[in-house]
């Protein structure tokens, strides 16, 4: 069964401690393994795919990274406006979008 | 571009009535999915439809779920005889399908439900 794994459920960091957010990850035939960013009352916002291992992708302060059973979003320098619930997803053998439950981010000043 | 569009945004009802949700997904969009989240958790896939044929369902939703599309643009998630545990956020994301592999969804912001 398809399964999406994040760790941990919630970090605390001060402004400018990097960190790293971990998603694990099983698939029948990886097709994208997506990260999206969710704030409070809103729809989560796409951020990146990754399609193998090995590919990294870049955002500001953010960097997600892939291997063959778990990505990592990397958190360089955070400001207290990256606090938010991340989202890692892979998609499903039916095609829809499998989500773990988000590692909420706190980022104090 | 507007974007994803949900209403309502918030929806009370007491247990055992009918309730009703659209969204309008991002214009030229073929895809739209329906996702439920409660608080703590990801969203659960609930449908998606391609244009206005309904492609696939979850094994866990209850037959009192039923979603349309009928001319391929807005879509309706009705709920009948709401229960307290289908109090959750329902969310709508479309996206523009030319390959899979690089198909992004887009999100509105959710109707928020809650059954009394």
């Known amino acids: 069964e398809d399964q999406v794994t994040q760790s941990p459920e919630a970090l605390r960091l001060q402004e400018g401690e990097s960190s790293s957010l971990n998603c694990s990850y099983t698939v029948s035939g990886l097709r994208g393994l997506f990260w999206y960013r969710q704030d409070p009352g809103k729809g989560p916002e796409f951020l990146f795919t990754?399609?193998?291992a090995g590919e990294e992708k870049e955002k500001e302060r953010l960097k997600a990274t892939l291997t063959k059973k778990e990505s990592f979003l990397h958190i360089t320098a955070p400001k207290p406006e990256d606090s938010a619930t991340y989202l890692c997803a892979v998609r499903g053998s039916q095609g829809n979008l499998i989500f773990g439950k988000g590692t909420k981010l706190s980022v104090k000043p | 571009d507007t974007g994803v569009s949900q209403d309502p945004r918030h929806k009370i009802t007491k247990r055992g009535q009918n309730v009703t949700f659209r969204c309008d997904p991002i214009?030229?969009?073929?895809?739209l999915y329906w996702y439920r989240q409660t608080l703590g958790q990801g969203p659960e896939f609930l449908t998606y439809f391609q244009n206005e044929a309904q492609l696939e369902k979850s094994r866990l939703l209850s037959d009192r779920f039923s979603a349309e599309r009928p001319k391929g643009s807005f879509s309706t998630l009705e709920i009948q005889r709401t229960e307290q545990g289908d109090s959750a956020m329902y969310l709508c994301a479309s996206s523009l399908l030319v390959i899979q592999a690089n198909e992004k969804l887009f999100f509105g912001s959710g109707t928020q439900l809650s059954v009394l």
């Open positions: 214009s030229e969009h073929n895809r």
């Open positions: 990754l399609y193998s």
